[in-house]
């Protein structure tokens, strides 16, 4: 059973179900693409189904795999796959062969840009409602605001700026790219007014909040390196006095029974039947012994062993990875012997789900977690002043719940140091959680950690994907990013 907030935790994705599996007689013919503003969203249900629609697909869990893993971990220096069909696919990220035509790139700019097309079909008109009491109109605006910004924010990792279109009521289909100050303008200005009007906690999990709002735009300040804004931006979080470390057993932070917990800012629910989290289909090794009701998929996801080795060896964490197994056979595999025929360490965060279904288990994925929040403002003031003792106060917050060494001040002769240090508290903390990429890239190491590790490919303009080449030949307006 999952933890309960108040009396009940509704899942969104259950209300994605009634939004869109409403039957008809079939032989009546209906317009199901549009509805009546005027009506449709005079009622909470209304304009829940349309926020509902738009979260569903800003969400990670409506194309994990891909959005975690194939785009975000893989080009990095921690993750990588191996086996079954998909490793065609996995290979061209580790090694920086990818092209503009691959599907890795339509798939989510398409889910993006159809959460922004709901997300702005409710902000056209939300204004006029008038059934629903102003406050209440005042925070689906800022929900519809925040995913839009969200939205925009992940395009951003993938793509660079991209065309922003802020309403539905005006087809385009020939936007330009908007400017990096334009996009700053932007992501900013929204969050900071959905931040203003958000509650600080939800009655359903998986709503934004202010807390989320904040965080996220901690986030951007970070990979903008916008240093001053993402430390005060950051401390805005912290003294919402909301947030704090999981403080129970953090081998089993992740599992289903833990997702509701006090580090979660911004969450990507998941449940067996729908939106299902499909990690550890992908990570279970060959012949592990599952469930009868799990799946263990040909594509395996590892952990570089050298990564693993870097752990502290009393750090809680490694209670995370699965070091070695016995088949039903009573073959002994160790993992961190590349001549097994298990390859490589696997990391079990996702702790697997009694109740999952085939490859879907009901894991909730954290997008936003209060750990991040703590780190962005250390590494913030370290690029500001280089080491404090602040910034490495917040960094041992991290290191004493995992068990390890605290660091002293004197243990830092440079910022160059304590950047270091903190690349590797982000790997260690946040492994498999999809945020490597862009820890690199903000720390300008994605390119050369590619390099060392062989993919000689590997060059500097990449630390942006291609604009997908069917949205290039499809709008003459839309302009490549460099190199491709």
Same mark, same amino acid.
């Given at each position: ?34 509805? %009546? ?13 349309? !926020? ?13 795999? %891909? ?33 503009? +035509? ?7 700019? +398409? ?9 702005? $079909? ?12 102003? %406050? ?81 735009? $901690? ?8 240093? +001053? ?36 800012? !911004? ?23 599952? +469930? ?65 279904? $085939? ?75 999809? !945020? ?49």
């Amino acid at each position: 059973m999952k933890k309960i907030i108040g009396n009940n935790k509704i899942y969104w994705i259950v209300i994605i179900l009634l939004f869109l599996s409403s039957c008809e007689d079939f032989l009546k013919e209906e317009v199901y693409t549009q509805y %009546d503003p005027a009506t449709y969203l005079q009622t909470e249900s209304g304009i829940n189904s349309i !926020l509902v629609a738009a979260y569903s697909n800003m969400q990670v869990t409506s194309n994990m795999r %891909d959005r975690m893993y194939t785009l975000q971990e893989f080009p990095g220096d921690i993750m990588w796959e191996w086996g079954g069909s998909f490793a065609a696919t996995a290979v061209l990220f580790m090694n920086f062969n990818w092209d503009s +035509q691959s599907g890795m790139f339509s798939t989510p700019w +398409q889910q993006y840009y159809v959460s922004i097309r709901n997300a702005n $079909s409710l902000l056209d008109n939300i204004d006029n409602v008038t059934a629903i009491s102003p %406050d209440k109109v005042k925070q689906f605006k800022a929900e519809a605001r925040f995913i839009l910004a969200a939205d925009y924010y992940y395009l951003w990792e993938i793509f660079g700026p991209v065309p922003l279109i802020t309403t539905a009521s005006e087809l385009n289909f020939e936007p330009v790219r908007a400017t990096d100050q334009e996009f700053d303008t932007f992501i900013t200005g929204e969050l900071q007014a959905a931040a203003s009007d958000l509650p600080l906690t939800q009655s359903l999990w998986g709503k934004a909040t202010k807390g989320a709002a904040l965080a996220l735009l $901690s986030k951007y300040y970070m990979n903008t390196h916008q240093w +001053q804004n993402a430390a005060d931006v950051s401390q805005q979080v912290i003294d919402l006095n909301k947030y704090k470390l999981f403080t129970g057993d953090i081998v089993n932070m992740f599992a289903v029974v833990n997702e509701v917990n006090d580090e979660v800012i !911004l969450t990507s629910p998941s449940l067996p039947t729908i939106h299902g989290n499909v990690y550890m289909a992908h990570a279970f090794p060959p012949n592990y012994q599952i +469930q009868s009701n799990w799946i263990n998929y040909g594509a395996q996801f590892c952990v570089y062993n050298n990564w693993v080795t870097t752990y502290d060896p009393v750090d809680k964490r490694l209670g995370w990875f699965l070091f070695s197994y016995t088949e039903k056979n009573g073959t002994v595999h160790d993992l961190l012997n590349p001549a097994d025929a298990g390859k490589a360490v696997r990391c079990f965060k996702y702790v697997p789900d009694p109740d999952g279904v $085939s490859q879907s288990h009901g894991n909730d994925v954290p997008m936003i977690r209060y750990a991040e929040v703590l780190l962005n403002r250390s590494e913030a003031l370290n690029e500001l002043n280089g080491p404090t003792q602040e910034a490495v106060d917040l960094l041992n917050q991290i290191r004493t719940r995992a068990g390890v060494p605290l660091y002293n001040l004197s243990d830092f002769a440079s910022k160059d140091a304590m950047r270091d240090a903190l690349l590797n508290e982000r790997g260690w903390e946040f492994v498999a959680e999809g !945020l490597r990429r862009m820890d690199l890239i903000r720390q300008g190491k994605l390119i050369s950690r590619a390099i060392a590790r062989g993919a000689t490919n590997a060059k500097d303009y990449m630390t942006r994907y291609p604009i997908p080449l069917n949205e290039i030949k499809a709008n003459p307006n839309l302009v490549q990013n460099t190199g491709y």
